[in-house]
T-cell receptor, first 110, second 118 residues
Framework: GQQVMQIPQYQHVQEGEDFTTYCNSS?????IQWYKQRPGGHPVFLIQ?????EVKKQKRLTFQFGEAKKNSSLHITATQTTDVGTYFC??????????FGSGTKLNVKP | DVKVTQSSRYLVKRTGEKVFLECVQD?????MFWYRQDPGLGLRLIYF???????EKGDIPEGYSVSREKKERFSLILESASTNQTSMYLC?????????????????FGPGTRLTVL
């Protein structure tokens, strides 16, 4: 079935370093959402991307949707310890089926 | 603020027991979802409902059933719990409408229930 691949599975960075997680699909997506789950918490919606090539920013977070709408990335500039958690993409196919990626677990060393 | 609550944070059951997980949302959302979350596998959709008494299978419905008798409440039932159903169970809701999943909805998640089946 159509599923979205998310990489890397884990990322350990020093505080102040940048971080990027990627979601890739073999087929065109209708839209993609990003969620963050803090340790011991539940997923919380961050953003949604709909248009080809779309770029959105939230402070130090930059979200991109590929031109072909088959991939997306979340980039964090100058990570902080508050960024620790697991980041998930949720990809929508044909406007009626969606899948969550397996998540990227980010650990930030102070 | 949307509030999604789940009946238990932690639950321990024995193999073969019938297990009920309850989820309630207070924002009059049409759509409700049940996921399980396992390390390395992300969130996998078990069942969802886009209206009262309506349900649709997700990706891994085997061994589970659901009930939605009232709009605000969505129950997940394990008819005969097995050890491979040990997992974190997350409920979510989204605004929805028009009798179908509205795909651009934000999903609001509950705190989760960590179920252990011995």
């Amino acid at each position: 079935g159509q599923q979205v691949m998310q990489i890397p599975q884990y990322q350990h960075v020093q505080e102040g370093e940048d971080f990027t997680t990627y979601c890739n699909s073999s087929t065109t997506l209708s839209n993609i959402q990003w969620y963050k789950q803090r340790p011991g918490g539940h997923p919380v919606f961050l953003i949604q991307l709909v248009k080809s090539g779309e770029v959105k920013k939230q402070k130090r977070l930059t979200f991109q949707f590929g031109e072909a709408k088959k991939n997306s990335s979340l980039h964090i500039t100058a990570t902080q310890t508050t960024d620790v958690g697991t980041y998930f993409c949720a990809a929508l196919y044909n406007f009626n089926k969606f899948y969550f990626g397996s998540g990227t677990k980010l650990n930030v060393k102070p | 603020d949307v509030k999604v609550t789940q009946s238990s944070r932690y639950l321990v059951k024995r193999t073969g027991e019938k297990v009920f997980l309850e989820c309630v949302q207070d924002m009059d959302h049409e759509n409700m979802f049940w996921y399980r979350q396992d390390p390395g596998l992300g969130l996998r959709l078990i069942y969802f409902s886009y209206d009262v008494k309506m349900k649709e299978k997700g990706d891994i419905p085997e061994g589970y059933s659901v009930s939605r008798e009232k709009k605000e409440r969505f129950s997940l039932i394990l008819e005969s719990a097995s050890t491979n159903q040990t997992s974190m169970y997350l409920c979510a809701s989204s605004l929805g409408g028009q009798g179908a999943i509205v795909p651009t909805d934000t999903q609001y998640f509950g705190p989760g229930t960590r179920l252990t089946v011995l």
